[in-house]
């Protein structure tokens, strides 16, 4: 489950039964709390329920009999209604005409959004990782994450570039070894394990091997634990 960013409650007295959106998964995923305090996860037809692309919100119909729930997605602009009794979507209400032509800026502009916002598919392994994941909103987790180069928090994204200067960038990183965002493409093989988004004609990019010294990437292979250290002490 990747990025839980919103949950809603069915209403009922005997147990408190949550539906959970995963932003980064495309799912809402049941969770269940009993009254002594276990927490059951998925429901019994299903573990979880297809949402759209990038689920931001629920909103729960309370009716007997059939209680439903209603699911915003950012990305595929659309609502979904789930029904809780078939544990699966029932139907889509778009909100929003989607882009359509691959050559323009706004096509590529919700292409990029896509891809920076969601684990699913090429772009993490299992669902593990995502660019939001530690970017929330392109912001900062305020996360220091041991990566190879050493402990590094998390850039937020919008100091990128001068706010009345849209051609004055700063060079990336904390060592400044970057100068471009596709640099951290990268991320989606190094960290979240996906196959990421580089292909040739022998099909997909290898994951990358052990770092050589000379590598200007600061990229671990594999994610280590996350340790929450306190910005002010980590130096
Ligand atoms: C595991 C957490 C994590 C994930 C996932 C992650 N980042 Fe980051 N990001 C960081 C950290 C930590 C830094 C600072 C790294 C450094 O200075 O060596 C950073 C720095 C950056 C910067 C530099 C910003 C600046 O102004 O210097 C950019 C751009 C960036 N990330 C984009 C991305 C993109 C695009 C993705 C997805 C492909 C991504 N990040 C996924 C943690 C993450």
Redesign the pocket.
């Known amino acids: 489950m990747n990025v839980p960013n919103a949950i809603a409650f069915v209403n009922r007295d005997d147990v408190a039964i949550g539906y959970v959106t995963a932003a980064g998964s495309d799912i809402v995923l049941r969770v269940e709390y009993s009254e002594a305090g276990a927490v059951t996860v998925g429901a019994a037809s299903a573990f979880n329920i297809a949402a759209g692309q990038n689920p931001q919100g629920i909103v729960v119909r309370h009716r007997t009999g059939n209680a439903a729930a209603y699911v915003a997605n950012l990305i595929s602009r659309d609502l979904s209604v789930l029904s809780f009794r078939d544990q699966r979507a029932l139907g889509q209400v778009v909100s929003t005409a989607q882009p359509t032509n691959p050559a323009s800026a706004e096509f590529k502009a919700w292409k990029g959004k896509r891809f920076?916002n969601t684990g699913t598919g090429i772009w993490s392994k299992e669902g593990w990782?995502?660019?939001q994941?530690?970017?929330p909103m392109g912001l900062t987790d305020n996360v220091t994450?041991s990566?190879a180069?050493g402990p590094?928090?998390?850039?937020s994204?919008d100091?990128?570039f001068a706010s009345d200067d849209p051609s004055d960038m700063?060079a990336?990183?904390?060592?400044a070894i970057f100068d471009e965002?596709a640099d951290?493409?990268l991320?989606?093989r190094g960290?979240?394990g996906g196959s990421g988004a580089l292909r040739d004609d022998v099909g997909r990019w290898p994951a990358p091997r052990a770092r050589r010294r000379s590598s200007p990437s600061?990229w671990p292979r594999t994610?280590p634990p996350v340790r929450t250290t306190r910005p002010s002490t980590a130096r």
């Open positions: 920076f990782g995502s660019c994941a530690c970017h994450w990566f180069a590094r928090q998390t850039i994204l100091g990128q700063r990336l990183n904390w060592t965002t951290f493409e991320n989606t960290v979240s600061s994610a």
